[in-house]
């Protein structure tokens, strides 16, 4: 078995190395290095912001836990900071690609293309293309950020997410475009880094999709922080100046700033790889449709990761690739349960959640036992001064099986791997009640919710 696996992000990395493990020949075929977007350009640079922003909130935390600190107020050293996300990104990038080697994986440094069912076409940085035979093909492209017709990325006042890390100032006023995880996530980045910011949200609240509650109480940290916050504004416009930026809103607002973010959305790295041409069938959005296994409509083609039909996370991206990596090698696999992925939200509070959505329950008539404690009466968090946020848990009033739940507040993505264990695993309420925690710990509430 011979798998080409065309781009080496965290479905194609991880897809590489369980195949190669279990006995398959691999070449993966990369046009920069190793670890994707993921870990050099969205998930790992955004996450290093988080820790720096979150490292200067914990010094106010720690004045409220008796620490006495100078006068002098923390400030962000941005270079340092640069420094610190380039040898993060550089680093895992190259350990990624010394695992890879270790595990016999033929690495091409190229840009791949299917040329038909069962050949990949990869060019050269010279020019030169190689032809390569492949009994299975596994197309794990990623995405890239979105960009709207009406306005240009400079990389000095306007920005996606890439642009954002290697910012040579603060900017005094960002104005953010867009309301979804990405654009809270840089809403609080820059808020916690002493950045005037304001978020303008095309809906009624934000992260359209979440449970309206987890949205409200982000709101509310957000406001009280000092965000502005413009809801049901739809930008359609962007001028830009020597001093700053004026973004236009479609009902005829205007908000200026002096630099703008726009975080709307990715669009799927499927174009330009030959897939129509071998029958691969794509949707009008970009994205590939794939089944529960990962396979295509064409039955050697699997794909993972961003570039498919599924959620867009890193975490998903590797399992899918695991998956592939396992079923080319003749393995058996659990189909991915797509109601039972954990999600983040690397704000403060943090927010993560799995499962079914209480607003989804409703919609859909479906009757939900919803039981919630705030973390306002969970010792280790008022011990540790956060005491802001709550859990909640989503069960079937008849049978007690966990559905889903929700969290607000200090570690929620951590603390939500026991609830998504619940869900995948169709524990009872019980279960995650009679669970002995540590005490304190932030985990007891988990089981003070589910009661
Ligand atoms: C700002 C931001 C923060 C994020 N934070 C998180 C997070 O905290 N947690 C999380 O789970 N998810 C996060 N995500 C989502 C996450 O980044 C993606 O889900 C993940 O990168 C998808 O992995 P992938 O393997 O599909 O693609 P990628 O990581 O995008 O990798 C695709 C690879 O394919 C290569 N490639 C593309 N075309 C070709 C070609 N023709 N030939 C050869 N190589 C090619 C690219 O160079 C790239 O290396 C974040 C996204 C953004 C934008």
Redesign the pocket.
Same mark, same amino acid.
């Given at each position: 078995m011979h798998i080409v696996i065309?781009?080496?992000?965290?479905?194609?990395?991880m897809a590489a190395s369980t195949a190669a493990r279990l006995g398959a020949e691999v070449t993966l075929?990369?046009?920069?290095? /190793?670890?994707? +977007? +993921?870990? /050099? /350009?969205?998930?790992i *640079? $955004?996450?290093a912001m988080v820790a720096t922003g979150n490292a200067l909130a914990a010094v106010g935390r720690a004045r409220a836990l008796g620490v006495e600190l100078g006068d002098s107020e923390p400030r962000v050293d941005l270079y340092r900071l640069a420094q610190r996300i380039g040898d993060l990104t550089q680093g895992l990038s190259g350990t990624i690609s010394a695992e890879l080697a270790s595990q016999g994986v033929r690495l091409v440094h190229?840009?791949?293309?299917v040329v038909d069912a069962s050949h990949v076409v990869?060019r050269l940085a010279d020019g030169t293309e190689e032809t390569i035979a492949a009994d299975a093909v596994l197309v !794990?492209?990623? !995405?890239? *950020?979105r960009l709207p017709e009406w306005a240009e990325i400079d990389a000095e006042r306007v920005l996606s $997410?890439?642009e954002a890390y290697a910012l040579a100032k603060l900017p005094s006023h960002i104005v953010i475009i867009g309301s979804g995880?990405?654009g809270v996530?840089?809403v609080h980045i820059f808020a916690s880094m002493g950045c005037h910011v304001t978020l303008v949200a095309s809906r009624r609240h934000v992260l359209p999709g979440k449970d309206p509650e987890v949205a409200y109480a982000l709101e509310e940290v957000l406001v009280s922080s000092g965000v502005d916050i413009l809801k049901g504004a739809r930008a359609c416009g962007l001028t830009t100046s020597e001093s700053g930026v004026v973004v236009q809103i479609d009902d005829g607002r205007t908000v200026a700033g002096s630099h703008a973010l726009l975080?709307i959305g $990715?669009v799927p790295?499927s174009d330009?790889?030959g897939l129509e041409s071998v029958g691969v069938k794509i949707l009008d959005s970009g994205h590939v449709p794939i089944d529960d296994m990962g396979r295509t409509n064409v039955p050697t083609i699997y794909a993972? @990761?961003?570039?498919?039909d599924k959620? *867009?996370? $890193? !975490? /998903? +991206? +590797?399992a899918q @690739?695991r998956m592939i990596g396992r079923i080319v090698t003749g393995r058996p696999v659990t189909p991915i349960d797509y109601g039972a992925v954990a999600?983040?939200i690397?704000t403060e509070p943090e927010i993560a959640d799995v499962g079914v959505a209480e607003a989804d329950a409703f919609s859909q008539g479906r009757k939900i036992r919803v039981t919630k404690v705030p973390f306002s009466s969970n010792p280790k968090a008022l011990i540790e001064a956060e005491p802001g946020g709550f859990v909640k848990i989503l069960s079937d009033p008849l049978t007690a099986e966990v559905l889903g739940g929700s969290i607000v507040g200090a570690h929620a993505a951590e603390l939500i791997s026991v609830i998504a264990l619940a869900v995948r695993s169709g524990l009872k309420v019980k279960d995650v009640v009679e669970n002995l925690n540590v005490h304190p710990s932030l985990s007891e509430s988990l089981a003070d919710a589910s009661e």
């Amino acid at each position: 078995m011979h798998i080409v696996i065309i781009g080496g992000g965290p479905a194609g990395n991880m897809a590489a190395s369980t195949a190669a493990r279990l006995g398959a020949e691999v070449t993966l075929v990369e046009k920069d290095l /190793l670890g994707g +977007a +993921a870990h /050099l /350009l969205d998930c790992i *640079p $955004s996450k290093a912001m988080v820790a720096t922003g979150n490292a200067l909130a914990a010094v106010g935390r720690a004045r409220a836990l008796g620490v006495e600190l100078g006068d002098s107020e923390p400030r962000v050293d941005l270079y340092r900071l640069a420094q610190r996300i380039g040898d993060l990104t550089q680093g895992l990038s190259g350990t990624i690609s010394a695992e890879l080697a270790s595990q016999g994986v033929r690495l091409v440094h190229g840009t791949g293309r299917v040329v038909d069912a069962s050949h990949v076409v990869a060019r050269l940085a010279d020019g030169t293309e190689e032809t390569i035979a492949a009994d299975a093909v596994l197309v !794990s492209t990623g !995405s890239r *950020p979105r960009l709207p017709e009406w306005a240009e990325i400079d990389a000095e006042r306007v920005l996606s $997410s890439r642009e954002a890390y290697a910012l040579a100032k603060l900017p005094s006023h960002i104005v953010i475009i867009g309301s979804g995880v990405t654009g809270v996530e840089f809403v609080h980045i820059f808020a916690s880094m002493g950045c005037h910011v304001t978020l303008v949200a095309s809906r009624r609240h934000v992260l359209p999709g979440k449970d309206p509650e987890v949205a409200y109480a982000l709101e509310e940290v957000l406001v009280s922080s000092g965000v502005d916050i413009l809801k049901g504004a739809r930008a359609c416009g962007l001028t830009t100046s020597e001093s700053g930026v004026v973004v236009q809103i479609d009902d005829g607002r205007t908000v200026a700033g002096s630099h703008a973010l726009l975080a709307i959305g $990715s669009v799927p790295n499927s174009d330009g790889l030959g897939l129509e041409s071998v029958g691969v069938k794509i949707l009008d959005s970009g994205h590939v449709p794939i089944d529960d296994m990962g396979r295509t409509n064409v039955p050697t083609i699997y794909a993972a @990761g961003d570039v498919t039909d599924k959620m *867009p996370l $890193s !975490s /998903l +991206a +590797a399992a899918q @690739g695991r998956m592939i990596g396992r079923i080319v090698t003749g393995r058996p696999v659990t189909p991915i349960d797509y109601g039972a992925v954990a999600q983040a939200i690397f704000t403060e509070p943090e927010i993560a959640d799995v499962g079914v959505a209480e607003a989804d329950a409703f919609s859909q008539g479906r009757k939900i036992r919803v039981t919630k404690v705030p973390f306002s009466s969970n010792p280790k968090a008022l011990i540790e001064a956060e005491p802001g946020g709550f859990v909640k848990i989503l069960s079937d009033p008849l049978t007690a099986e966990v559905l889903g739940g929700s969290i607000v507040g200090a570690h929620a993505a951590e603390l939500i791997s026991v609830i998504a264990l619940a869900v995948r695993s169709g524990l009872k309420v019980k279960d995650v009640v009679e669970n002995l925690n540590v005490h304190p710990s932030l985990s007891e509430s988990l089981a003070d919710a589910s009661e």
